[in-house]
């Protein structure tokens, strides 16, 4: 049988990330005044897993590294070497360099061998010179085909005890009968007495003969594992007179044959194409999911029952057992998408080195908080929040907290202090970036954005919609643009992505005490909390997050713009109403305004009234694309059926306000001209 | 013309016809005229039931339904054709095919007159569709075949819902 | 057919043994570390169980000190997998009572080899 083990490298690269991952966190941690034994068991661990699965799937040169690192932090681990802040900076830059290793297996590119070798070097340099320990691989013995037949004698007397390390004799001679034509001869003489016999000791011992191309080494490995539990001698016949006492019995003539390296599969880089994406999924979600659908099986066989021999006695609990149902249901669409909600420390736990690696860089002393890191939110959330959140953290780091002079003199302590929180909030997932630095400059943001004509000279701004236009595209508060933060992405990539996301993000902040920037995503992307509305015939879906409130229109509140179009009067703003049939080309019940629907949302920052003919229900809905089969519309986000098998359009608020606020502009100039 | 645009044909040709260059094709009525499409390309026949409509497309994207949980659009031929619509009656069906795009295969349905027969029609008995005027819509036809002295036009389904055309006219109405 | 425990904290490792296993007709359970092996092996007896050395939540070598403590195991072939080729690991696993150990890296069929040795 041949097994082709590259089918488990994906899951060896999982785990090796993830283990890097806790590696480098342990790493960061570490006080090497105070070692923790655990912390110093936990990182050798991640080294020793990593060794063996890279060498038992071919991956040569990650299993030769790791085994420096896995030797050093065995030594440490022993007591034999203390860990110093050299080694924690040797050992961080491992992780780093094994990180870049294991992608590139994975990609099926190349490996860089010049880092690998430099750290290598500073690993080995760490090392004790003349440790006993040397970089060799397991040893293999050498099997000779072209063996003598050779005639071998053996004498074999366990010790009392053999059973109980689980081995049976019965097994050695199956080895040995295997290797070639074998006799033995049972000794009885040391049995007890019937009586005061114990089953569970072994007081045979045996006389072999084998005969065969066999070379004493081969006996010896069947009989290693009870090298210690039994007297043993091997000898030839050819060679009785030098009959040896075999104590030891580990080889001694063994060969180092290095184990062959299965190439890579996907050279041409067509790994990454073919590759799933996989999640992994803890056990007690898993049994959770089997147990609902245990109970959705039991309904349905009682349902089943019901409708076997129904009569309309029997209403009522085929009424109870259609609740039952419904609940099922719920229950196990909520654990469903539980499988696809990880920790958000997914995220988090890149922030530590970040925080370390750049303070340091930039001459700052800063303290790293996380709250709330066993806050779930989904996969697909979580895959694309890690890069806005790293951007605002930078950017806390880099703008926002004072150099440690500055602090001082302005009687802060020396160490700033980043917090990063995560917890649920309603639906959504709330994520705080917190920094008690300097704050923003609002007053410096407000000129930049009137010098760039973002906002009008004479425009009254609130403190907060200040601070809120740095996610404005083109304004940077930086006076200097670092290679920190001014990598050309900027706070308004920032903004975009998060909506992207369904999400939000935005600041607050007090001069000289610090800013907190807050970002709100929904859970996941699969499912909508959405208020069905009515506009002639059609359904359509309106996400509940964009919803602010509804109300019925009064006549004195409608404002006409040049005929055109109307704002309507929202205690203090005036906000412009889209009517959803004309948007969409619809047959409306009603177009008159005055005592219709207006249903206010809220978008990109902007707010308006959606003017509909009916509200229906809230739900729960299933998100769809309509980009499987077709294609991207605007101002739709999607679809999703409904319960009577229909399907309805989910709005996307933003792109719808975006296109009346063109179409607006088009009337506008087109009134003008 | 047809030699150069290649692409679909290609597929066409190799993929799904039969090994004895005889492949099968379902017809249908159009305006009085038949129709015909590679029978490994359709998925499913329906009655005309109602659709959701999607604002701000083109006229001949009736809407969309839902296939079992999917998403599918529903494209009405005669309008796609440029002839002239009319009411849709008790023969009027949804034929839902699969068509392949650069980016992937996806599933379409066809409001057609009414479904008609299943040929059975041979590579060679396939000729290329004539050269006409600048107006008449060629672009859908993939070949001409003549069963029982009947005309039978091959439509190339993969342009039905071609990805460039839709571009430009998703640019128009935005 | 025979049962086997496989025990080991790596997944790609566990996953290779379980695999390589099964295809072989084995009855395999996993475990992931020592504590969650020992729950395991005292609900039904195992043939044999094979597992890895160093682990978070007790080792392979408590484990296998405390599988032999139990009444279903004393005779039971637990097979240690180790990377250490030295023979201190060897020498504390056979004092707790291992049956025999496999160095790693291993194949799929030395695996196989090692396991038809011991239970046939």
Partial sequence: MSIDISQFLHTFFEESFEGLDAMENNLLHMDVNSCDVEEINTIFRVAHSVKGGAATFGLKAVAEFTHSMETLLDQIRGGEKTLSDEGVDVLLRSVDVLRSMLANSKAGNELDFIESEEIKKRLDELLDKGSSKKTVMKPVVERKDDQQITNWEIKFIPETGLFKSGNDPVRMFRGLSELGIMEATVNAESLPDFESLNPEECHLSWDITISGKISKEQIAEIFEWVADDCKLTITSVEEEATAQLVENMVPEDVKIVVPIVKPMPGKEGRATQTESASIRVSIDKVDDLINMVGELVITQSMLGQLGQDFEMSKIEKLSDGLAQLERNTRELQESVMRIRMLPISFVFQRFPRIVRDLSTKLGKKVELIMNGESTELDKTVMEKIGDPLVHLVRNSLDHGIEMPEMRRKSGKDEIGLITLNAFHQGGNIVIEIIDDGKGLDKAKILEKARARGLVGSDEDFGDDKVADLIFAPGLSTAEVVSDVSGRGVGMDVVRKNIKSLGGNVEVRTEAGKGSRFTIRLPLTLAILDGQLVRVGEETYIVPLVSIIETLQIKKKYINDIAGKAQMYRLREDYIPIIRLYQSFGLKPDQEHLENGLLVVVEGDGQKAGLFVDDLLSQQQVVIKSLETNFQKVQGLSGATILGDGTVALILDISGLLASAKDSAQMQASGAAA | MRSENNGSDVSYSAADTQADGQGQYLTFILAGEEYGVDILRVQEIKGWDTVTPIPNTPSYIKGVINLRGTIVPIVDLRTRFGMVSIEYGPTTVVIVLRTTTVTGSTILGIVVDGVSEVYNIRQEEIKEPPQMGKEADIRFVYGLATIEEKMIILMDVDQVLNEKEMAVVEKLVA | ?120
């Fill in chain 3, 1 to 120: 057919m025979s049962s086997i425990l496989v025990v080991d904290d790596s997944a790609s490792m566990r996953q290779m043994v379980v695999f390589t296993l099964k295809g072989a007709g084995y009855e395999v359970e996993e475990a992931v570390d020592g504590m969650d092996a020992l729950k395991k092996a005292k609900l039904r007896s195992f043939n044999i169980v094979v597992t890895d050395v160093n682990m978070p939540n007790m080792d392979g070598i408590s484990l296998i000190k405390e599988l032999r403590g139990l009444n279903d195991y004393r005779f039971t072939p637990l097979l240690m997998l180790t990377t250490e080729s030295g023979a201190d690991k060897k020498q504390e696993g056979k004092a707790a009572g291992a049956t025999g150990w496999m160095v790693k890296p291993f194949n799929p069929e030395q695996l196989l080899a090692t396991i038809k040795k011991v239970i046939g």
